[in-house]
């Protein structure tokens, strides 16, 4: 079954830019989307169809998708972005969704 | 606002059936633009993806759960449901559903708060 790849952990000093990679062999042709989860929260999507910032989300999230890797940036990282990214796809026919396995991002 | 909420008994005894309802207020399950899917995460562990159906009950399901795996739409509820059989101490997880938004790709976009399942006798 397909599966999309990601760091275990990342960590960061406030202020400092954060780098998260996804990697998937159908990213190429499928959007790469970005969750983050707070402890005991639901997921809260960051980027969705590989760039785009929704509503509310602060400006320092970012993300890009070249090939079968897709990166999500936070520049600037505070400590409220501390939390669980997960990036999510779908295999090449698009009827597998799937989930990356998680990075925890640590800013301190 | 759309709002999801799971519901259900918070404890399944091995080789039994755990089955969880979402009802879903602040907009229609039959709207064609959307899919409805079931997500968990077990304790310390990443999400997974469970499955999903639309208005019209077509569904799709995670191959890895397939054959233990039914998921229902009740349009005149709002509802939708989740049954998964013959259940292990591996399906202990918080079960999350949600809706499946289609643009230009798809994404859960709308998330219940989640209901804890442990299987245990």
């Known amino acids: 079954s397909y599966e999309l790849t990601q760091p275990p952990s990342v960590s960061v000093s406030p202020g400092q830019t954060a780098t998260i990679t996804c990697s998937g062999d159908a990213l190429p042709k499928k959007y790469a989307y970005w969750y983050q989860q707070k402890s005991g929260q639901a997921p809260v999507v960051v980027i969705y169809?590989?760039?785009i910032r929704p509503s509310g989300i602060p400006e320092r999230f970012s993300a890009s998708s070249s090939g079968t890797m897709a990166t999500l940036t936070i520049s600037g990282a505070q400590v409220e972005d501390e939390a669980d990214y997960y990036c999510?796809?779908?295999?090449?026919?698009?009827?597998?969704?799937?989930f990356g396995g998680g990075t925890r991002l640590t800013v301190l | 606002q759309l709002q999801l909420q799971e519901s259900g008994p918070g404890l399944a005894k091995p080789s039994e059936t755990l089955s969880l309802t979402c009802t879903v207020s602040?907009?229609?399950?039959?709207?064609?633009?959307?899919?409805w899917g079931w997500i968990r995460q077990s304790p310390g562990k990443g999400l997974e993806w469970i499955g999903a159906i639309n208005y019209s009950g077509r569904t799709y399901y995670n191959p890895s759960l397939k054959s233990r795996l039914t998921i229902s739409v009740n349009t005149s509820k709002n509802q939708f449901s989740l049954k998964v059989d013959s259940v292990t101490a591996a399906d202990t997880a918080v079960y999350y559903c949600?809706?499946?938004?289609f643009g230009s790709g798809s994404y859960y976009d709308y998330w219940g708060q989640g209901t804890l399942v442990t299987v245990s006798s």
């Open positions: 949600a809706r499946e938004a």
């Open positions: 602040g907009g229609s399950i039959s709207s064609i633009s959307y899919y």
């Open positions: 999510y796809s779908t295999d090449i026919s698009g009827d597998q969704r799937v």
């Open positions: 169809e590989d760039t």
